[in-house]
């Protein structure tokens, strides 16, 4: 039987711990969010898209640089909002291509990252201190990987520190959403990589806890426009079927504690083809913002 995932998974993986407060303050058009401090505390968990990944890739998956959104796109994303939409989906770009050999791409995706941070006001994500750990170790996948991760905590926490939640939805929207979009176009025969789905498909609590949060800012002139996405998400998860298993606790090898059962996806040809096409229009919707 299988392990109770949708506990451990996100307690195991999940890293970034952001308090956060919820307000009930009215914003304009052209006002971003003030979060206050007088309503109760919310705990949002997530985990960055180089964990997200990293969780589902299994070792003989071998990345596409073809998959990610190509960098002269950059340019074409004119209002914040998608800005920071696509910040998020180019920061997961950056974590997919930091498991390839393509490292003069990775450098090219690490600028657009740094521009758009700072069309956002993000002054300070990606300083001199980076770019020479990034030189420096420009071979060594596994820190290029670290520094994803830190890129992804780094800007969390300024976003935190300023009260932007509302922008931190956005951005994370955009990470969560190419993150599944490049594990999922990593898969044509499910027969081979059934547990690879699985891991997708459990992703479903990350997001279940995300899309609690930005819930708390819908009235929110950013935050409407990527409802209709976070909405089809939301839909496609739970279109999902799964099965109950009886929870067994025993002690496996090294007398550690097994815990056995629970929730179990059901996994199969059509199942798997639904999320892909569905996390594919969804992508597909946030990368070409710019033609609408």
């Given at each position: 039987m299988k392990t109770i995932t949708h506990f451990i998974l996100v307690l195991g993986f999940i890293i970034t711990l952001i308090q956060c407060k919820s307000d009930k303050t009215n914003v304009s058009d052209t006002d971003e969010l003030a979060v206050s401090d007088n309503d109760s505390?919310?705990?949002?968990?997530?985990?960055?898209?180089?964990?997200?990944?990293?969780?589902?890739?299994?070792?003989?998956?071998?990345?596409?640089?073809?998959?990610?959104?190509?960098?002269?796109?950059?340019?074409?994303?004119?209002?914040?909002?998608?800005?920071?939409?696509?910040?998020?989906?180019?920061?997961?770009?950056?974590?997919?291509l930091s498991y390839t050999d393509e490292t003069h791409i990775e450098i090219e995706y690490l600028k657009v990252i740094r521009d758009l941070s700072e069309k956002i006001n993000l002054f300070g994500l990606i300083d001199e201190s980076v770019?020479?750990?990034?030189?420096?170790?420009?071979?060594?996948?596994?820190?290029?990987?670290?520094?994803?991760?830190?890129?992804?905590?780094?800007?969390?926490?300024?976003?935190e520190n300023t009260n932007r939640n509302n922008i931190l939805a956005l951005i994370t929207t955009g990470a969560?959403?190419?993150?599944?979009?490049?594990?999922?176009?990593?898969?044509?025969?499910?027969?081979?990589?059934?547990?690879?789905?699985?891991?997708?498909f459990e992703q479903k609590y990350v997001f279940d806890n995300f899309y609690n949060f930005t819930m708390q800012y819908s009235s929110d002139v950013y935050v409407k426009s990527i409802l209709g996405e976070l909405n089809e998400l939301k839909l496609m998860f739970e279109?999902?079927?799964?099965?109950?298993?009886?929870?067994?606790?025993?002690?496996?090898?090294?007398?550690?504690?097994?815990?056995?059962?629970?929730?179990?996806?059901?996994?199969?040809?059509?199942?798997?083809?639904?999320f892909k096409k569905s996390i594919t229009q969804v992508r597909k919707s946030i990368v070409t913002y710019y033609e609408k």
């Open positions: 505390e919310i705990m949002f968990l997530l985990p960055s898209p180089d964990e997200i990944i990293n969780e589902i890739f299994m070792e003989n998956m071998k990345p596409d640089p073809s998959f990610v959104n190509p960098v002269e796109n950059s340019v074409k994303y004119i209002d914040t909002r998608y800005q920071a939409i696509v910040l998020g989906v180019y920061i997961a770009d950056f974590a997919y770019l020479n750990r990034i030189q420096a170790n420009i071979i060594n996948g596994d820190s290029l990987q670290s520094i994803s991760q830190e890129l992804y905590y780094k800007l969390s926490d300024l976003l969560i959403v190419e993150s599944l979009y490049l594990a999922s176009m990593n898969i044509n025969n499910i027969s081979d990589f059934e547990n690879m789905v699985t891991r997708i279109q999902l079927q799964a099965t109950n298993v009886e929870t067994k606790v025993s002690r496996g090898e090294g007398n550690q504690l097994k815990i056995e059962g629970g929730t179990e996806f059901i996994i199969n040809d059509e199942a798997f083809k639904n």
